[in-house]
């Protein structure tokens, strides 16, 4: 059974950083693209940042130069390393597992960006 734990939010003030990890289980890691999206209060869930089985990479805009991710197949984990971090960071963020129609999702973990 599939399984993906997100772990690493928390509290930080404006300018901090954060590191999320997206720890794998019951899937062949290597194979997935994997995702970090985020859902605020009252908003859609919207895509942060991608990985690609290949270890491709993509990002939102509103991210971009401040947000990196990466993949440790050895250790079947996602990471999503936040720098520079803004009060409208602050969002649940979910790990999002994909492999053609295939898509599993963690349970999330908050990331509170406030002074």
């Known amino acids: 059974q599939a399984q993906l734990v997100e772990s690493g939010g928390g509290l930080v003030q404006p300018g901090g950083s954060l590191r999320l990890s997206c720890a794998a289980s019951g899937i062949i890691f290597s194979r997935y693209a994997m995702g970090w999206y985020r859902q605020a209060p009252g908003q859609q869930r919207e895509l942060v940042a991608h990985?690609?089985?290949?270890?491709?990479?993509n990002y939102a805009d509103s991210v971009k130069g401040r947000f990196t991710i990466s993949r440790d197949n050895a250790k079947n984990t996602v990471y999503l390393h936040m720098n520079s971090l803004k009060t409208e960071d602050t969002a649940v963020y979910y790990c999002n597992a994909k492999l053609i129609l295939i898509n599993y999702w963690g349970q999330g973990t908050q990331v509170t960006v406030s002074s």
């Open positions: 990985i690609t089985s290949g270890s491709s990479t």
